[in-house]
């Protein structure tokens, strides 16, 4: 009997620990219908953040000024000096800048014009916070980068190489292969 009141014992005591003192009540609904809302106002729509654009110099700019170009034989300073105008940019021409330039190119800005002229005609340029600064052309030295194995080389030479003999003969006058006369 003892036995079983201890049993009966333990399953009350078990379920009794089970049981939780939540109090139910108008409380408890405030607390989540305020935590609802705090939750429904926190999911408002937030603003998207504009996504920012890659920049690289290899990229187009898409705020600069595009528009043809049509030149021949125009002396170089005054052609820079006319590239910029109507234009924001402010250019410098160096005053030893010389030559003349012909060229016809369409829907290009400022920056792609004077990479061009650069290339081709050779003035340097360069870009200043206030604008372009173009410097006359000069001598350039560029590196080329050449693959060996796919070349063919043919040439000539007229070196020549000779090669005498060295021979030692005996006293006898037969050469035994040996060398200072030693062998047999």
Not at 3 to 28: D, W, Y
Not at 60 to 80: I, L
Not at 98 to 120: A, F
Request: net charge neutral.
């Amino acid at each position: 009997m003892i036995k079983s009141m201890t049993t009966a014992l333990a399953v009350t005591l078990m379920t009794a620990s089970c049981a939780t003192g939540v109090p139910r009540g108008e409380n408890t609904e405030r607390n989540i219908q305020a935590a609802l809302e705090e939750a429904t106002s926190a999911a408002a729509p937030i603003a998207a953040k504009p996504v920012p654009v890659a920049a690289g110099p290899h990229l187009p700019q898409f705020d600069e000024e595009r528009f043809d170009v049509n030149a021949s034989n125009t002396p170089a300073g005054e052609f820079f000096m006319a590239l910029v105008d109507g234009t924001r940019h402010n250019i410098v021409v160096h005053p030893d800048v010389t030559g003349s330039i012909s060229l016809t190119l369409k829907n290009v800005n400022v920056n792609e014009v004077l990479d061009i002229v650069s290339d081709v005609y050779g003035y340097a340029y360069r870009r200043s916070g206030s604008g372009f600064i173009v410097l006359p052309a000069s001598v350039q030295s560029r590196i080329f980068q050449i693959d060996y194995l796919n070349l063919q080389r043919s040439g000539s030479s007229r070196t020549r190489v000779s090669s005498g003999q060295v021979t030692e003969s005996s006293r006898t006058g037969r050469n035994r292969g040996g060398i200072g006369g030693i062998g047999g």
